[in-house]
């Protein structure tokens, strides 16, 4: 069965893509320049774990490189391609344990077009293999040294050789974007006399325009009669568009890297491909668009990578919304402020409180939090809100909530119900973090113990399970206040019931991470407990 039956063969129903369609608001205009060249579905190759790791400063150990390939995977990727078995033995280690978690993802390693490259990638038992070598001018005189007949002729010979011991070949023209077209197409049909299954197009450098790609890739389509790849870089910040570009005139697959990371600027970002694909074309892909908020936040996470606040799709402020009129209007209807439901990519809505503030902001923000004040109590927290978001303070749940409390002239909550009693943490070199709390629940004191990816893990875990298994963290801030090695810090702990729009936060400033981290944690928990049982 070749990838594309494969992709149609895992597809969404007819129902599934309309309740989708139906979550996108996206501008009629998209559909008038559809092309009849257009493929209803594509195939999805990321890159992450080889183009990816190659991003400056990343390093990614064998663990958590198949962490990411479960996780991509999970998320609907057809191909993998898991790192380059060439250039080292941890790599060749890698691609090996990778391959054996049996995924439902293809596993394919990169190769020069030469036959040991070819061998490294068999001894890592894959079956698909991604060969290249360079075309361009360019590089063919100071990179290579060679003739555009020699090019071909390796070029040819590793395919050939890779078809023989049974494997499924895509070939890269390097530098295609920057090679002679009739030498382009050249390559094109030589390869696939060589029996190839896949030819790549990489815009390596970056440097094509939409409309480039769309002259570029009309003229290859002819000649191309397997699918056709394209693998674009973001020097120019126009990987996705130059992507989405080659599908509309034909390219059945996408190369993309999770959050757009790669060399220099990085490559096309699989989430933005995703949704642009789905939301401009009506083009499908395999992948869970769900679960992309969090696949992102696991490679930012095992990266070092932080996301940015104003990254399409996954960043912070991607859903988050602060003028009064926008959230006026987006809470009416969300296509008003918009282009697609955050559920849609498995992020939130984020109302935002700040000097835009308007009341409908205030009062969805301290609904969420129990917290119901009158028109009059609601203008006077906006007034407060206003003047610290115009003296440079920026304004958290948990200080609106502590302003409302002001306002409503009482604590809104009348005593404790859960206080700490006791707490250990145990953490150092080699050994897993682990808690033990005990937490005085109405009076009842109750034992807990769990374990973490760090000291702060492990010790809110250790909480949670102490008092209830329904309670999901959603938000861990910690800020640095003052200087030096003895910092002040501050810790903001955001806590759901689980299948519940019940929600709490907790605030706490201390020098110690781990315990100011815990009296939040108490804090927030103390909240949604009482919130709970109200």
């Known amino acids: 069965m070749t990838d ?7 597809g969404s129903t007819p129902d599934d893509d309309a309740r989708v369609q139906d979550q996108i608001y996206t501008s009629q205009y998209n559909r008038l ?5 257009t493929p209803k579905k594509v195939m999805v190759l990321d890159t992450t774990l080889r183009d990816g790791e190659q991003t400056p400063g990343v390093a990614l150990s064998v663990e958590d490189k198949v962490k990411i390939a479960i996780a991509l995977s999970e998320l609907g990727v057809d191909v993998i391609e898991a790192g380059f078995p060439m250039s080292s033995e941890g790599e060749k280690e890698s691609i090996r344990k990778i391959k054996e978690q049996g995924l439902n993802a293809r596993i394919c390693g990169l190769a020069r077009s030469s036959r040991s490259d070819v061998d490294a990638a068999l001894a890592c038992n894959l079956d698909y293999v991604h060969t290249f070598i360079a075309t361009s001018d360019l590089h063919l005189k100071h990179k290579l040294n060679m003739t555009r007949e020699q090019v071909k002729s390796k070029a040819v010979d590793a395919i050939e050789y890779a078809k023989a011991h049974g494997m499924t070949v895509e070939f890269s023209c390097e530098d295609g974007t920057r090679t002679d077209l009739d030498f382009l197409k050249e390559m094109h049909i030589a390869v696939q006399e060589a029996k190839v299954d896949k030819i790549n197009l990489p815009d ?20 191309t009669k397997v699918p056709l790849s394209v693998h674009c870089h973001n020097d120019f910040g126009l990987a996705v568009a130059n992507s989405l570009t080659a599908v509309r005139c034909g390219a059945q697959q996408v190369h993309v890297c999770m959050n757009g990371l790669g060399e220099r600027c990085g490559n096309a970002a699989l989430e933005e491909m995703a949704m642009g694909l789905l939301a401009f074309f009506g083009t499908t892909t395999n992948i869970n668009t769900q679960r992309l908020g969090y696949t992102s936040k696991l490679v930012s996470r095992l990266t070092g990578v932080p996301i940015p606040d104003n990254k399409p799709m996954v960043g912070n402020h991607a859903f988050a919304h602060e003028s009064g009129i926008h959230v006026h209007g987006v809470l009416k209807n969300p296509a008003t402020y918009e282009a697609f439901s955050p559920e849609l990519v498995g992020m939130t809505r984020n109302i935002v409180v700040g000097k835009h503030t308007g009341a409908h902001s205030v009062k969805e923000k301290l609904s969420k939090y129990g917290v119901a004040l009158t028109d009059e109590q609601v203008a006077d927290v906006v007034d407060k809100v206003k003047r610290l978001a115009a003296s440079g303070k920026e304004v958290d749940d948990a200080e609106l909530v502590a302003l409302a409390s002001h306002v409503f002239g009482k604590g809104i909550r009348e005593q404790k119900k859960i206080r ?32 973490g990816i760090g000291p702060v893990d492990a010790a809110i875990n250790a909480i949670k399970a102490a008092v209830s298994d329904e309670i999901t963290l959603t938000e861990y801030r910690l800020s640095a206040i003052t200087g030096g090695s003895d910092a002040l810090c501050e810790v903001s702990v955001k806590l759901q019931l689980n299948g519940s729009d019940i929600m709490s936060v907790g605030k706490s400033i201390g020098s110690d991470i781990v315990l100011t981290s815990v009296d939040a944690a108490i804090e927030a928990v103390d909240r949604l407990y009482t919130r709970k049982n109200a």
């Open 4 to 10: 594309l039956e494969n992709s149609d063969r895992m």
């Open 33 to 37: 320049l559809l092309r009849s060249t």
């Open 204 to 223: 390596t450098v970056g440097t094509m325009s939409p409309a480039a790609m769309e002259y570029l890739v009309t003229e290859l389509m002819p000649v």
């Open 420 to 451: 700490l009693k006791e707490f250990t943490v145990f953490t150092g070199l080699n050994i897993t973090p682990t808690s033990t709390v005990a937490v005085e629940i109405d009076g009842v004191l109750k034992r807990s113990s769990s374990i």
